[in-house]
């Protein structure tokens, strides 16, 4: 079964899908199809901030990956939650807001991925930040993400942080400024006591465009391939496979352990290296910058995937 066909299509409405479909929205008239494995996220264990003790474990909102078995665990797995939910995995994390770190965007662009290092995506976070702080050289103010301070703070976690410099490690005030390193209380993506995750901060207001499109509940099987060019995604959506078109990009958000999935089901023809792939060291890192697209493709059947340097397309520059 084939599906009228869109400009965009957007490969999970995860921490960087939300951001990315809604930017495309509201500031083209291009056609954006968000597509998202999971469901809505409303329920009110996701909203209320004590909830995510119970998102974590396994559940309707959780892929809940386990690990192989670990040789220094005494063999043992380990927990790796992922979000199955608008929003991903902000809806059932932690709300803690830390950013990467500088080396790490540093190191990518060193590599040849031009447009990834700290200077570079710096003026992103700000742009999306209301934070508590105010704007200043590392942070912005009336941007979508709500960032306020931990509002509860605890005697025992207040002798753990004097502990701590006692021990020669620096008192930190911001984890998200200059340095990163050192010890206090962190920041979080909480606002009037309901968690701030991407779907209600970013996508919940660009619903309001006629050419933003969600479909939930659907699965992708595989990206469609046409002379080496992503054209399209197959999904699993009410117990039918579906064809759907994209007219200018394919955009995949899933995160690091899903996106895996596309590279090695049988007959998608997506098990190479991408041209606009990061590296594979970026896998290890934080869903904002998690944002890969295919325009072509470079065959590579027997070599490990290595660093390439990155397409930077028409909807990067929409991030802006």
């Known amino acids: 079964m084939s599906t009228p066909?869109?400009?965009?299509?957007?490969?999970?409405?995860?921490?960087?899908?939300?951001?990315?479909?809604?930017?495309?929205?509201?500031?083209?008239?291009?056609r954006v199809l968000l597509i998202e494995a999971g469901g809505g996220a409303g329920s009110p264990m996701i909203n209320m901030p004590m909830g995510f003790a119970a998102m974590i474990?396994?559940?309707?909102?959780?892929?809940?990956?386990?690990?192989?078995?670990?040789?220094?665990?005494d063999q043992r797995g380990v927990a790796l939650p992922r979000g199955?939910?608008?929003?991903?995995?902000s809806s059932i994390n932690g709300m803690v807001y830390i950013?990467?770190?500088?080396?790490?965007?540093?190191?990518?662009?060193?590599?040849?991925?031009?447009?990834?290092?700290?200077?570079?995506?710096l003026p992103l976070f700000k742009k999306s930040e209301d934070n508590w702080r105010g704007a200043g050289a590392f942070h912005g103010a009336g941007g979508e993400l709500h960032i306020r301070p931990v509002g509860t703070r605890l005697a025992i976690a207040d002798r753990f942080i004097e502990a701590a410099q006692q021990q020669g490690i620096p008192a930190n005030a911001d984890f998200n400024a200059d340095v990163q390193d050192?010890?206090?209380?962190?920041?979080?993506n909480i606002a009037h006591g309901v968690r701030q995750h991407t779907a209600r901060a970013f996508l919940r207001p660009a619903l309001r465009r006629p050419n933003?499109?969600?479909?939930?509940?659907?699965v992708v099987r595989r990206v469609l391939l046409r002379?080496?060019?992503?054209?399209?995604?197959?999904?699993?959506?009410?117990?039918?496979?579906?064809?759907?078109?994209a007219s200018t990009e394919v955009i995949l958000c899933a995160g690091p352990t899903v996106r895996r999935r596309y590279w090695s089901v049988p007959g998608s023809a997506i098990r190479c290296c991408?041209?606009?792939?990061?590296?594979?060291?970026?896998?290890?890192?934080?869903?904002?910058?998690?944002?890969?697209?295919?325009?072509?493709?470079?065959w590579s059947r027997s070599k490990p995937a290595t660093a390439v340097p990155i397409t930077i397309s028409s909807a990067r520059a929409e991030l802006h």
């Open 84 to 89: 199955r939910v608008l929003g991903g995995c």
């Open 5 to 30: 066909g869109h400009d965009y299509i957007v490969v999970g409405a995860g921490s960087s899908g939300c951001v990315v479909a809604s930017r495309l929205a509201q500031k083209t008239d291009a």
């Open 274 to 298: 991408w041209r606009g792939w990061v590296s594979r060291p970026c896998m290890r890192y934080r869903q904002s910058a998690n944002i890969f697209r295919i325009t072509s493709i470079r």
């Open 99 to 121: 950013r990467g770190q500088r080396q790490d965007f540093d190191g990518w662009a060193a590599q040849g991925n031009a447009g990834w290092d700290h200077a570079s995506v």
């Open 227 to 245: 002379n080496g060019r992503a054209v399209g995604v197959q999904v699993l959506h009410d117990g039918q496979v579906i064809d759907i078109g």
């Open 212 to 218: 933003l499109q969600v479909m939930k509940h659907a």
């Open 182 to 188: 050192g010890v206090g209380y962190f920041d979080a």
């Open 57 to 73: 474990g396994a559940g309707a909102h959780n892929w809940s990956y386990r690990s192989d078995a670990e040789p220094a665990l």
